[in-house]
């Protein structure tokens, strides 16, 4: 079993800056995709920062230009760098990764989410 423990979150003012990060631990063989998710109360989750494990991330439009992600392979860690925050991206959010696993019988690739992070903007 694989779990995600998200840190990083907060109250912070308009045009401050938080780093989120997620570690993940147990069985993992390699971790493919790493993202990071966000849900506003009465609205849907929606993807903030993708990461492939070739290297290529993508954003939503929202926050390109304020909002970076990081990996650390070695360490099963993503993080994401928050800047020049909006009240607008109040909301929970939560770290998404999909993890490889090769066995006798195959391969399982699962997906897993943490807990959840609360970040405030106040304006």
């Known amino acids: 079993q694989v779990q995600l423990v998200e840190s990083g979150g907060g109250l912070v003012q308009t045009g401050g800056s938080l780093r989120l990060s997620c570690v993940a631990s147990?069985?993992?063989?390699?971790?493919?995709?790493m993202g990071w998710y966000r849900q506003a109360p009465g609205k849907q989750r929606e993807l903030v920062a993708g990461?492939?494990?070739?290297?290529?991330?993508d954003y939503a439009d929202s926050v390109k230009g304020r909002f970076t992600i990081f990996r650390d392979s070695a360490k099963n860690t993503v993080a994401l760098q928050m800047n020049n925050l909006k009240p607008e991206d109040t909301a929970v959010y939560y770290c998404?990764?999909?993890?490889?696993?090769?066995?006798?019988?195959?391969?399982?690739?699962?997906?897993?989410w943490g807990q959840g992070t609360q970040v405030t903007v106040s304006s």
């Open positions: 990461l492939t494990n070739r290297g290529r991330a």
């Open positions: 998404n990764m999909e993890v490889y696993n090769d066995y006798d019988v195959g391969y399982l690739v699962q997906d897993y």
């Open positions: 147990g069985r993992i063989d390699r971790i493919n995709n």
